[in-house]
């Protein structure tokens, strides 16, 4: 019926070697595309351990962080309670030792103590800071860092 244009030409069998060749290049064409969808099969598989690491490392960084705020809250509410109290007194000694500049803060208040107080019928007459031996020593021997009168 298709014959009847007078337009098709007739059919041939093909060569033998023809058969092989086009067979070879489809299953070429195939191995191609196994590299490359490997390669993209393992880079997905990178990316995608690489975003759960981090989602992760995130996760646990954040509430490692939210910890540490609410630790620094209380302690700044603590602090600023003690130095903002009112028998409070707050004293800055500018020292300077062996060419460093820095600075001693006292607090002084009757409710709290950082070092052994004297006995109720002493008072405190002032501060002295000297540098020391590390073994340390029964009375100051070193050079004298700041000596202050309360």
Same mark, same amino acid.
């Given at each position: 019926?298709? !014959?009847?244009? *007078?337009? $098709? ?12 060749? @086009? ?24 990316? *995608? *351990? *690489? +975003?759960?690491?981090?989602?992760? #490392?995130?996760?646990? $960084?954040?509430?490692?962080? !939210? ?5 620094? %809250?209380?302690?700044? !509410?603590?602090?600023? #309670?003690?130095? =903002?109290?009112?028998?409070?007194? $707050? &004293? %800055? &000694?500018? @020292? ?7 600075? @001693? ?5 009757? +409710? ?9 019928? %002493?008072? @405190?007459?002032? +501060? ?18 700041? =000596?202050?009168?309360?």
């Amino acid at each position: 019926m298709t !014959d009847w244009l *007078g337009m $098709l030409a007739a059919p041939r069998t093909p060569r033998p070697e023809l058969k092989g060749r @086009v067979v070879a290049r489809a299953l070429a064409r195939r191995r191609r595309w196994g590299g490359p969808l490997a390669a993209a099969a393992v880079i997905t598989l990178i990316l *995608g *351990g *690489g +975003a759960w690491w981090a989602y992760r #490392t995130i996760g646990r $960084l954040t509430a490692e962080r !939210d910890g540490l705020v609410t630790r620094v %809250q209380a302690l700044e !509410d603590t602090v600023s #309670t003690f130095i =903002h109290g009112p028998a409070t007194r $707050l &004293i %800055q &000694i500018p @020292v300077s030792t062996g060419g460093r500049v820095g600075s @001693v803060t006292i607090f002084a208040d009757s +409710a709290v103590m950082g070092l052994e107080m004297p006995r109720a019928d %002493q008072r @405190v007459m002032g +501060a002295a800071m000297s540098i020391e031996p590390r073994a340390g020593s029964a009375s100051p021997s070193g050079p004298m860092v700041f =000596h202050l009168l309360l």
